[in-house]
């Protein structure tokens, strides 16, 4: 079993608790001393270390640690990341939280889009350059038997995943600044503050904007030409919506909102824009990148670059980042304006949208040296439109973790078969999906008025049905049963 291994930094002055036999008082490293003490690298071993604490991150974490192999998860900031405001898990993805342990839990927090009556179990689809007629009503009960749809906070949903975690497994305020192959010994991580990490195993979990997959060759994920508003409304004495999603189609704008607890609202609003920010080549002259040397450096805040050009102009102003979306769905349904309206101006992001499909033949692999591998977003960047983005990160999880438990222990050839399995099995799987989120997304953002009056009448009316929509969330995933941990 590989062990969990806390890492500390070294303080530059000493006070023994034992007197040495010939000074028996505390003594402080000189100015000089301490400057070549802090000069010198802290260099750890590792049997596997995560990069990022995310969704993808922890889960892989906690599938390892069920199937007995520890890990440490590096995070680059001081705390879990409280970004974002909510997630759409649908069927598979609360099969790998079954999985690994921590569904229940959720389950108790939030509300299951499908009421105890009929007239609550619907999905209501409605849209404005359609006189705001109901386009269609869906029950996920009768249309897909065995659908669990919820909307979970992210906060909350990554503060369960750590908290089954061993103390001390997540090590915060540890930012990578290159990684470097070192052959058979692994690959030797350099952080931001100066420590040296050499590890068998590495798992870049590090997000759509992964600088681990830059360092392995994959392109910058693809904007697709909308963006998102989303928000987390509150309702201190309880808000007053029957537990079914509601979408809400325009002309190159669409919105949508959903119950995600006897108090909360998550709402998004999806817009058209051609072009997500005038930044591109300003930031993208700040990365530095060196793979000659199988190395990988970054100037300070390119692992956040695409985000930053992609996100456009900054609004620093909560209150105005709020009123920018209002003002996008003026004179639409009161219900979906009242819930925007009832949102702190503090849980308001806007965010593109962005994907990376994963062309065969083209695009790396997602291993490298059978040391170094992807999951989540770091690899299969994905549009929302069919909310399997974080399922998806929850399934590499399970499955990384079934493919690389029986060979963490070995070197070499075991653990590099152990992940081109693992890519193998996802590829065929998110490939498709990522395609399809994107197509989807095309086609419901239609701007021509035509195209949009045969979508309101004979699309979504006649030709959609749930089931075969939902097809993709079909999912096997066993219960992964805890191994014996070591006292």
């Known amino acids: 079993m590989a062990l969990v291994t806390s890492i500390s930094s070294p303080q530059l002055g000493y006070c023994s608790s034992s007197p040495p036999p010939r000074r028996p008082r505390c003594r402080r490293l000189s100015p000089a001393a301490a400057m070549a003490t802090s000069a010198t690298p802290r260099r750890s071993k590792e049997a596997t270390v995560i990069v990022g604490a995310g969704v993808a991150g922890l889960a892989t974490a906690l599938a390892l640690r069920r199937l007995g192999v520890g890990a440490t998860v590096l995070e680059q900031g001081e705390t879990l990341r409280a970004g974002g405001t909510s997630l759409t898990l649908f069927k598979n993805g609360w099969r790998v939280l079954d999985s690994i342990g921590v569904a229940d839990e959720l389950r108790a927090k939030y509300l299951r889009i499908q009421g105890l009556l009929p007239a609550e179990r619907r999905m209501r689809m409605r849209s404005p350059a359609a006189g705001g007629r109901d386009l269609r009503e869906f029950s996920f009960e009768e249309e897909a038997p065995g659908q669990e749809v919820r909307a979970v906070e992210r906060k909350v949903l990554l503060e369960t995943l750590a908290s089954k975690l061993p103390a001390g497994t997540i090590s915060f305020s540890s930012k990578l600044k290159s990684i470097a192959e070192q052959g058979p010994d692994g690959t030797l991580l350099e952080l931001e503050d100066g420590r040296q990490i050499l590890s ?53 704008v669409r919105a949508g909102f959903v119950p995600v607890s006897p108090t909360k609202v998550y709402w998004f609003i999806c817009f058209n824009r051609q072009d997500p920010g005038i930044y591109s080549q300003i930031i993208n002259a700040m990365i530095s990148l060196s793979t000659k040397d199988k190395k990988m450096s970054l100037a300070d805040n390119s692992c956040h670059a695409a985000g930053v050009f992609l996100a456009g102009p900054k609004i620093t102003d909560p209150a105005a980042l709020k009123s920018e979306a209002l003002d996008l769905v003026r004179g639409w349904p ?38 170094v591998v992807l999951a989540g977003d770091a690899w299969h960047p994905m549009t929302p439109n069919l909310g399997q983005g974080a399922c998806c990160a929850l399934e590499d999880a399970v499955v990384l973790a079934r493919r690389l438990a029986p060979a963490a222990d070995a070197v070499g050839a075991g653990v590099e078969a152990a992940l081109r399995a693992y890519e193998a099995e996802r590829w065929a799987r998110v490939f498709p999906l990522t395609a399809r989120a994107g197509l989807v997304g095309a086609l419901v953002q239609w701007e021509n008025p035509a195209v949009c009056a045969a979508r309101d009448g004979v699309v979504i009316p006649r ?11 079909n999912f096997e995933c066993d219960l ?3 191994a014996p941990q070591t006292p």
Not at 463 to 473: A, D, K, S
């Open 200 to 252: 068998k195993i590495v798992i870049g979990c590090d997000g759509v904007n992964s600088p681990i997959a830059r360092w392995m060759g994959f392109s910058e994920p693809r904007y697709v030409g909308h963006m998102a508003f989303r928000g987390l409304a509150e309702y201190a004495d309880g808000q007053p919506f029957q537990p079914k999603v509601n979408y809400i189609y325009g002309r190159g």
């Open 334 to 371: 009161s219900d979906l304006l009242a819930v925007m309206r009832s949102t702190p101006d503090g849980a308001v992001v806007r965010t593109p949208l962005v994907d990376r499909w994963l062309w065969p033949g083209v695009s790396p692999s997602a291993s490298r040296g059978g040391r």
């Open 480 to 482: 992964l049963d805890p």
């Open 463 to 473: 030709l959609v049905r749930l089931g075969p929509f939902l097809e993709h969330t």
